[in-house]
């Protein structure tokens, strides 16, 4: 079975300033997705970014960009320039097939005036 | 449309009574999730739908829930004679369907939070 597993519980990152989220998964699959996802108080999920296991370059939004490491079965999220509507909880996400989705336990972060 | 739309916002039950909540997902996907999330944050599955056909429900305790998906109508979640740890927000979300080799990600809907009292 595939597990997604976030490391950090809590992290903390004073605005204006850069963080990074850490991810890591177990796959035997060769083709699949990953997502971060961040859920605010109001409990909303955002998809903030994907990554397609098949590219090996990173995928960047705007302040987010992933490090994807796939030997390492590792997908971390930096998030530069940290503003106060970033903290939430942040979750990664792994998909490999058109129904599954496994999510990790979360990470919220604080961010700091 | 475009978004994931769900009702109720909030949905209070007294253990013991139903609980339906619905779920309408964006035109155009075929598949249809429902998540149960509690009060530590982390995401429970609970069932799958492609259309209207049941894909996954390995989440689903059977015995209290159940869930459709109908043409033309919000697929739904139902849970029968409701306990106190069913206290949780439930998250419905849909996705299209890739074409092969794509699996595209999950749209969430703003969730039903579920009070058991």
């Known amino acids: 079975a595939q597990t997604v597993t976030q490391s950090q519980p809590e992290m903390s990152v004073q605005e204006a300033e850069t963080v990074t989220l850490s991810c890591t998964y177990d796959?035997?699959?060769?083709?699949?997705?990953l997502f971060w996802y961040k859920q605010p108080p109001s409990r909303q999920m955002i998809l903030v970014i994907r990554?397609?296991?098949?590219?090996?370059q990173n995928a960047t939004e705007n302040r987010f960009s992933v490090n994807f490491q796939k030997a390492a079965k590792s997908f971390s999220l930096k998030i530069s320039d940290s503003q106060l509507g970033d903290a939430a909880m942040y979750f990664c996400a792994y998909r490999s097939a058109p129904n599954d989705m496994r999510f990790g336990a979360g990470t919220r972060l604080t961010v700091k005036p | 449309g475009e978004e994931v739309a769900q009702t109720p916002k909030h949905l209070v039950r007294g253990e013991g009574q139903k609980a339906k909540l619905y779920c309408a997902p964006i035109k155009g996907h075929s598949y249809v999730f429902w998540y149960q999330q509690v009060l530590k944050n982390e995401f429970k599955f609970l069932i799958s739908?492609?259309?209207?056909?049941?894909?996954?429900e390995t989440g689903m305790p059977k015995e209290r829930f159940s869930a459709k998906c109908l043409p033309n109508s919000p697929c739904s979640l139902e849970i029968q004679a409701t306990k106190l740890e069913d206290s949780a927000v439930y998250f419905c979300?849909?996705?299209?369907?890739?074409?092969?080799?794509?699996?595209?990600?999950?749209?969430f809907g703003p969730g039903t939070r579920l009070t058991v009292t």
């Open positions: 979300a849909s996705s299209r369907l890739g074409t092969s080799g794509s699996y595209y990600e999950q749209y």
């Open positions: 739908f492609q259309n209207e056909n049941v894909f996954d």
């Open positions: 990554q397609e296991a098949y590219k090996q």
């Open positions: 796959t035997s699959e060769s083709d699949y997705y």
